[in-house]
């Protein structure tokens, strides 16, 4: 099997994010990692932090060898202004901008074989005047593909997103009986392409407390999404369980055979994944037309430059990147 090229990028450079990418750097990969960040500011992590970190220039001319420990390949840009640990900086946002914009590019048009994103600060690239809602919505528009699926993966469970980044006030409006179908048609085809499932067994939680409790907590359910599941239940034959009450739909009884729980909205379904598996968790975006993964947690402003930041949820990433391009 050919070595995959994956894109890395390590997001807010004052987070936490540039110290794991020198940290991951520590051990070899079996893929070409090519960082898209400044190089100043990984020498001067990789010094804070006491490690020794070699880079070698991204050579898209060449074929993709595998990542040798104490190695980073890099695609060179420039922060505007120097990073300082712990303290945003809305002169770079543009940089972090850059970067993901670069990394889509490559990968749609197939230079790339995945991408791997490190945690971006939403607040501060919004306040630079640029709208930005999510990698996951970044790299959808990018894509042109209006919807695309949110699913964050730990071991046991799996969890996707039919709402992602909007505000509490506007979920209930954005689930439409189209939405809902075309998230759960993305959420099918990928589950049996990408995850080798033969036919996914999906559970899906309402919207309202008790799931509506027949009407009288909210009509959403009976409205709205026990329609758009019964006509997926019947066009496609889909293995759909539910709307069922999110509080307790999350134990044993119904996880053990669910290959994914579809909740309506970002802190429905992702407190309990991240509960469950915070630090050995990957966000996998559905839908696009290449592989997408990221690390389960925020910048960490609180940790950046100390070594104390836990590199495990950005290794399930690219161990997921990697297995999942590697099956292209
Ligand atoms: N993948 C992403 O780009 C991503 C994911 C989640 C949040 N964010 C963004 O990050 C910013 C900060 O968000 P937040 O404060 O809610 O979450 P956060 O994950 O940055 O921090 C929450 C808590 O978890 C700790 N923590 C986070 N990552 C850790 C790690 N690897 N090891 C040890 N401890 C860790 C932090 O120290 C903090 O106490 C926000 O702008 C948010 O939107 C980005
Ligand atoms: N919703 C994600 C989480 O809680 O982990 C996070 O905000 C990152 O989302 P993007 O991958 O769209 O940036």
């Known amino acids: 099997m050919s070595t995959k090229r994956i894109a890395v990028t390590p997001g807010e450079p004052a987070g936490i994010g540039p110290d794991l990418v020198v940290q991951l750097a520590q051990q070899a990969w079996p893929a070409e990692l090519v960082v898209c960040a400044d190089p100043e500011l990984l020498t001067s992590r990789a010094k804070r932090l006491g490690l020794q970190v070699t880079f070698r220039p991204y050579q898209p001319n060449q074929a993709p060898k595998p ?90 469970l799996q969890v996707a997103l039919v709402t992602t980044h909007i505000p509490l006030a506007y979920v209930a409006k954005a689930i439409t009986r189209q939405r809902l ?35 009288h907590l909210g009509r959403e359910e009976i409205d709205v ?49 991240k509960s469950q598996g915070f630090g050995k968790s990957v966000n996998i975006t559905l839908g696009l037309p290449y592989i997408r993964t990221s690390v389960d947690h925020g910048t960490a402003l609180d940790l950046a430059g100390t070594g104390k930041a836990d590199i495990g949820s950005f290794v399930c990433a690219l161990n997921k990147a990697i297995e999942l391009s590697s099956k292209n």
């Open 67 to 156: 990542q040798e420990a104490g190695t980073l390949t890099i695609a060179p840009f420039k922060l505007v202004s120097e990073s300082i640990c712990g303290q945003l900086d809305e002169q770079n946002s543009t940089y972090v901008v850059e970067t993901l914009r670069y990394a889509g590019e490559k990968n749609m048009s197939g230079e790339f074989d995945a991408v791997v994103t490190g945690p971006v600060h939403k607040g501060i690239i919004n306040q630079a005047g640029i709208s930005f809602s999510g990698h996951t919505e970044f790299f959808a528009h990018q894509a042109n593909c209006p919807d695309v699926v949110m699913m964050l993966a730990t071991p046991g």
């Open 181 to 215: 179908q075309h998230i759960i048609k993305i959420l099918h085809a990928d589950l049996i392409s990408k995850f080798g499932i033969v036919s996914p067994k999906i559970y899906v939680c309402g919207l309202n407390p008790h799931a509506g409790e027949d009407g």
């Open 225 to 273: 999404i026990i329609p758009a599941l019964n006509e997926l239940r019947e066009e496609f034959q889909m293995n759909i369980v539910g709307p069922l009450p999110a509080d307790t739909l999350f134990q044993p009884k119904y996880l053990q055979d669910a290959d994914v729980v579809l909740a309506m909205y970002h802190d429905q379904g992702l407190p309990v994944l």
